[in-house]
């Protein structure tokens, strides 16, 4: 949470800092503040409470100019959203900019309390401000004065150090919270993902956990935890400029549903032949491992847990590998006991979210054959970290609810589950083939889904009232259910649930009435007729039911009750492919309500906190 920027320029960075914040927004959005310095070392601090075009109106009125700066977007975790409490903190010459969470700083504030700082906000950084500033008196540099206060933090950061009295030069640190530098010629930056900077470089250097860096206008210099001088990798990105812009769209979600068949056909390329899944293009390693595997624990936040819940089924039914799947933030904090020759697999958009990272850092302690990631940011914490990632391709996602990292987030683990099944040869060719097929058909048929559009569009205006929403659905659509009501309630603020149909009758029941929504999701499968009487348990307590189901499926319109007709597809991959109305009905439940759709209120979308 929370978004940083950071530039060391021989050119006037305020603008640079603004636009970097405002591709930074998904990470928090309750204030936002730069500060600059120039080589006459005059100095300007602008805080605005809110979004940050609050912020980038109030720099345009302004005569704000400095090639050396900082800014921050800021997800309040200690003191509430203020100016007061926005970044950039400071004390004396020292300006501070931190994402993440100081857990010791109680006992910091008092002991600087003693030593006569004065606190003017509630966060927890301007500890680090206060500590800077101390250390900054008797050390050598800027860098020292960073690196004895480092020593003395405990938690998690990303934090940039900037010195008025001396302007041509940032220091940042590392623990924790994700850090990049971005190369320029003459001109060096720094952000908390390279999308802030793509319009300014393609060059970006990852900080590693513990490290330290010193940037100026021509040098990077990379310190490690014990403080030895390292060389780190510069790479370049390919990730497409225009990734931070909405395009003809109203919003990035709707950009992100619509770009599904596109992230789709990215994440299948290269990775299937016609009638195969290539296991190679999981990484030599991989298959060894996949080999060996007689178990399988995923673990995960969120909508990446659905993901994993709906994986869970296909690790069963299709590979015959049991799977459990977990909340990482549970996972983290239970003894569990590791099954032999068991593959533990992180599933995350971000790479960056701390509970997984800290679950996964936890397991690699614990005797799993090997730990992999299914994630969509190359060069994060997670994809680093583990053993081997199987990347989802999905491309930048912006909008905070998750959209397309979910449905290729599925079709990434489809294609694992069937390496994993004709590596141990638990799948005959013919199902092999089968599996293959309906994922390469997958992207037309989703275009088909997206083309439910207008008629969603006008259901929508039938939830938009109701305070409360049911989703049902059964095997692996149950978890889908889940993350369809995870979608309505993050964006539209309606309360929503999900439960497997079946256990409806064990208590759900109870909330039905006139005014309760219940969406079922309804696909041709085996289940359907047991799907149907639970439908009828519904309709017989007058609840209003939106059925999605295929032409021939047996259901007909009647009073209370409307019938989505969905075209008939793969059973394998309708999860994938029923996730798009779903989607799009929370879109415009939300879009009637009003709310704001890509920052919902009290979210974000790297959650980098605990
Ligand atoms: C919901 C949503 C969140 C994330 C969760 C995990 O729409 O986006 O629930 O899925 O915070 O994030 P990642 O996948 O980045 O680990």
Not at 382 to 399: N, P
């Amino acid at each position: 949470m929370c978004g940083i920027v950071g530039a060391v320029a021989q050119r006037n960075i305020a603008d640079i800092l603004v636009e970097g914040l405002r591709r930074l927004e998904y990470r928090g959005y309750d204030s936002a503040g730069i500060a600059v310095v120039d080589l006459h070392k005059n100095y300007t601090r602008i805080r605005r409470i809110g979004k940050v075009r609050e912020l980038a109106n109030a720099v345009a009125t302004s005569n704000l100019i400095g090639g050396t700066g900082v800014g921050h977007t800021r997800w309040a975790t200690h003191g509430v959203p203020s100016e007061v409490n926005s970044h950039p903190h400071i004390s004396g010459d020292i300006t501070i900019v931190h994402n993440g969470i100081i857990e010791n700083h109680q006992a910091l504030r008092s002991l600087l309390q003693d030593r006569g700082y004065t606190f003017v906000s509630q966060t927890d950084t301007e500890v680090i401000a206060h500590l800077v500033e101390w250390e900054r008196r008797t050390a050598t540099s800027l860098l020292e004065a960073v690196q004895k206060t480092t020593a003395q933090l405990q938690g998690a950061y990303g934090a940039v150090a900037m010195d008025s009295n001396d302007p041509e030069r940032l220091i940042v640190a590392r623990s924790g919270s994700p850090i990049v530098i971005g190369h320029g010629i003459g001109e060096n930056f720094i952000a908390s993902d390279p999308l802030a900077l793509l319009n300014i470089t393609r060059r970006f250097m990852y900080l590693e956990e513990g490290d330290i860096a010193e940037i100026t206008y021509d040098n990077v210099n990379v310190f490690d935890a014990s403080g030895q001088h390292v060389e780190r990798a510069v790479i370049e990105l390919h990730a497409q400029q225009d990734a931070g812009e909405k395009g003809k769209y109203r919003h990035f979600m709707q950009k992100e549903v619509f770009e599904q068949p596109t992230a789709l056909r990215n994440t299948l390329e290269g990775r299937l032949t016609h009638d195969a899944v290539i296991t190679e293009s999981i990484g030599v390693n991989a298959v060894d491992i996949l080999n060996k595997v007689e178990h399988v624990q995923i673990i995960a936040c969120g909508t990446s847990f659905n993901a994993g819940m709906t994986a869970r089924y296909w690790f069963e039914s299709i590979a015959g590998i049991s799977c459990d799947v977990e909340i990482a933030s549970e996972f983290r904090y239970r003894k569990f006991v590791t099954r032999p020759n068991s593959l533990l697999i992180t599933i995350s958009q971000s790479g960056e979210t701390a509970d997984t990272l800290a679950a996964l850092r936890l397991a690699k302690k614990c005797g799993y054959m090997g730990v992999m990631t299914v994630c969509n940011v190359a060069g994060s914490s997670l994809v680093r970290e583990s053993d081997f990632a199987f990347m989802t391709r999905a491309g930048a996602e912006i909008g905070v609810a998750s959209t397309k990292a979910f449905t290729t987030q599925l079709a990434t683990l489809l294609m694992l589950v069937t390496a994993l099944a004709k590596q141990q040869k638990r799948i005959s060719k013919a199902k092999e083939k089968e599996i293959v097929q309906a994922l390469h058909a997958l992207p037309e048929q989703i275009e088909q889904a997206l083309a439910l559009d207008k008629d969603i569009k006008a259901l929508a205006t039938d939830f938009a009232d109701k305070q409360h929403t049911l989703f049902l659905g059964r095997g692996e659509f149950y978890p889908i259910a889940v993350e369809a009501a995870l979608k309505l309630k993050e964006i539209s603020y309606i309360h929503a649930e999900a439960y497997a149909a079946g256990e409806l009758k064990h208590g759900p029941l109870a909330l039905i009435d006139a005014d309760m929504p219940v969406v079922v999701i309804a696909p041709g499968n085996d289940l359907l007729e047991k799907l149907k009487s639970n439908i009828e348990e519904v309709r017989a307590r007058g609840g209003l039911l939106y059925v999605f189901s295929e032409q021939k499926s047996g259901f007909e319109a009647a009073h209370n009750m409307k019938i989505i007709r969905m075209p008939k597809v793969n059973e394998i991959t309708a999860p994938i492919f029923y996730t798009v109305p779903m989607q799009l009905l929370a879109y415009h439940v939300a879009l009637i309500k009003g709310t704001d759709v890509d920052q919902p209120r009290n979210l974000a979308k790297a959650v980098t906190v605990e």
